[in-house]
């Protein structure tokens, strides 16, 4: 394994990055402004590159500064994490990641049967876009989205899920919405990440083209549905995560399901090293418990 950096450095380089101030990063971490300079000095010279751009207006990160960043930050947040934990006596502690929608829309409203059945288990759940990186040990478990391209790790689909347009029960009515060609006459919701994108559902159910520009485009599924419940317009999404809108009526089907596009897009992922931690295994059997259900 390469020669690590004093973590002390890597403390200095973290704060600094944060508070963009070598002052506010010394008095954060009771250090004199100096002895962060130099520290960081240091940790540049043994990586043999510039993490910092200096100026009369301030300090900013460099583009590789930035690149540096995501990882050190992420592995120092768990360490304190995995620190604390063992300050506070908590031996049985769970990692979990998630794509952002997934955990609000999907994961959140059953979490606590989770505590429930697992009140041993102290979860620790966070949520981005970027999946999580296992070498740094940010996580014990990672609910990831899109197309599984994930190398030696073990891949576990969780379901299916039907992605079909859906709006507002009053968008519906007032633009007497039956039929696919009129989706060309009214504003379309787009969801820049979703795998199913408006061009694969036209191509499925139609010969007509997918508009190439719209209205509102989101990256959070839950922004698309959210939009969608305010009458801005038709979003094309999972029924799986807009389950609670459905439920409850803020949003239709505008076609029922017989228009839908099914895919299985969400996958719990992790090392095979990690398959026989007893969190683990309770999380994954608890967790394909529900996607079960669902």
Known sequence: MPALPPIANLQAFEAVARRRSFTLAAAELHLTASAISHQISRLESQL???????????VRLSPAGEHYLLHVGAALS???????????GIRNSLYVHSAPSLASLWLMPRLHRFAQAYPDISLNLSAAHTPSDFAL??????????????????????????????ASAAFINAHALNRVEQLLEVPLIQSNVSVVQWSDWFARFSRLRAP??????????????????QGLGVALESAVNAGGHLADGRLKAVFGMDKAIRVKAHFAVYPERHAKRPSVEAFLSWLHGEAAKT
Do not use: C, K, N
């Open 48 to 58: 043999d590159i510039r993490l910092f751009e200096r100026s009369a207006h301030g």
């Open 78 to 88: 768990a360490i304190a994490s995995a620190t604390d934990d063992l300050r506070q």
């Open 137 to 166: 040990g940010q996580s014990d478990i990672d609910l990831r989205y899109g197309i599984p391209q994930w190398g030696e790790l073990v891949v576990e689909p969780l379901f299916e899920e039907a992605i079909v347009p859906m």
């Open 212 to 229: 190439e520009r719209f209205p509102v485009r989101f990256d959070r599924a839950q922004m698309s549905l959210d939009a969608a419940t």
